[in-house]
């Protein structure tokens, strides 16, 4: 009677499995995971594969488990909401974006869209995370806390020009995180006992007749914010700061290998390699606010030497040995 009813017992449990087995197998697979990229200027498409990379090594396969959604506002600000809305119109759990400009714009017309920075600036000083341990909202990843790397910039431009009294700075007013960078420039200026003068220009067609006000000012050298209105025409800002003979430093090394004569950068391929981090505790399930903003570890200094000749500088030989790349 046992020896039967264990019998019994094990047809059951096999007809269980294979129900169960079944319904598996004629269940639809579940739909892949819509995650959207946002960027102010043109396609990355560097930085995205970066991203992309870094996020199949953590079993996350386009097209499989994700389906990824770019959009590109090319440089027309007015664009960012419209295209924020409509990434939100697609069911994606998360949007990865560059630069407090768009944060702000997927912040102000999305209602539940996570955000992942793959750089952006002080967070916390702009108004969207309560702090970097801690950031309480719907945003996190990477942050360009750009104070120290400000000072930076400033005291590669002054070992390169010793005697230099004054400096300038160009910025676009319309960015938000614009503010945070300009009293951080102020700042640093002083501590270097150096004068200082902001600029401000927003559309692309400015940037002559901004140059050629700068140089009717006659400062001993040029620093530019992070902006896509610079990142997006390196050429042209090089130009121009040749053709006004204004030592110029930046925050893109694609500007300096168009022209400037220093940048000084985080290392932007790795903000986006770690933002796959974020995106994969966000997919998991981990509130967006819990996971703390954490900020660049690795900066590349680029010296352009063909720039240099070119305005009748010597750069330092320390400078130059210390360069993770030199422009000849």
Request: charged share 20%; hydrophobic share 50%.
């Amino acid at each position: 009677m046992s020896v039967r009813l264990a019998v019994l017992g094990l047809l059951a449990f096999l007809a269980r499995v294979l129900t169960a087995a079944a319904a598996s197998a004629q269940a639809p697979p579940a739909p892949p995971l819509a995650i959207g990229i946002l960027l102010s200027g043109t396609s990355d498409r560097a930085s995205i594969d970066v991203l992309l990379k870094a996020l199949s090594e953590r079993g996350y396969l386009e097209g499989r488990n994700i389906r990824v959604h770019e959009r590109f506002a090319r440089n027309q600000v007015d664009q960012l909401p419209v295209l924020a809305a409509e990434l939100e119109s697609l069911d994606v759990k998360l949007i990865v974006t560059t630069g407090t400009t768009a944060m702000r714009s997927i912040l102000e017309v999305t209602n539940r869209v996570s955000i992942v920075m793959a750089g952006a600036g002080d967070p916390v000083a702009t108004g969207v995370a309560g702090s970097l341990s801690h950031p309480g909202g719907r945003a996190t990843g990477l942050s360009i806390m750009g104070e120290e790397m400000i000072g930076k910039r400033l005291a590669l431009l002054r070992e390169i020009l010793p005697e230099a009294r004054l400096f300038a700075g160009l910025f676009n007013p319309a960015n938000p995180g614009n503010t945070v960078w300009k009293r951080a420039m102020e700042t640093a200026a002083r501590s270097l006992g150096v004068g200082f003068r902001s600029f401000d220009v927003e559309t692309l067609d400015q940037l002559g007749p901004m140059f050629e006000q700068i140089a009717a000012l006659k400062p001993d050298g040029l620093v530019l914010i992070e902006d896509p209105l610079f990142h997006s025409h390196p050429s042209r800002v090089a130009e121009l700061a040749l053709e006004y003979r204004l030592p110029t430093v930046v925050g893109d090394i694609a500007n300096a290998r168009a022209g400037a004569l220093v940048a000084y950068a985080v290392d932007r391929a790795d903000l986006w390699r770690r933002a796959a981090f974020y995106v994969d505790r966000i997919l998991r399930g981990v509130p967006t606010g819990e996971l703390p903003i954490e900020q660049p570890t690795r900066f590349n200094l680029v010296l352009n030497l063909k720039t240099a000749n070119a305005l009748g500088l010597t750069l330092p030989a320390t400078l130059l040995a210390g360069a993770d790349e030199v422009i000849e």
